[in-house]
């Protein structure tokens, strides 16, 4: 159907600008995935150095 709009030269064009687009979303889909899991994984390691202050808190009370 876009052959009856466009040349070859712009549909092509147009592939690869949906192509490089999609690419990008997928590149910032991953970077947030990774972000995401690097919060968790530092609230993970939080928690025991979280329990040790509060246990250090009760014991000097």
């Known amino acids: 159907m876009r052959h009856d709009i466009m040349s070859p030269d712009e549909a092509r064009e147009f592939s690869d600008r949906i192509r490089e687009m999609r690419w990008e979303q997928r590149q910032a889909r991953a970077?947030?995935?990774?972000?995401?899991?690097?919060?968790?994984?530092?609230?993970?390691?939080?928690?025991?150095?979280?329990?040790?202050?509060?246990?250090?808190a009760r014991t000097r009370n």
Request: proline share 4%; no cysteine.
């Open 31 to 56: 970077a947030r995935k990774r972000a995401v899991a690097e919060r968790r994984a530092a609230f993970v390691r939080s928690i025991p150095a979280s329990f040790a202050l509060l246990f250090e």
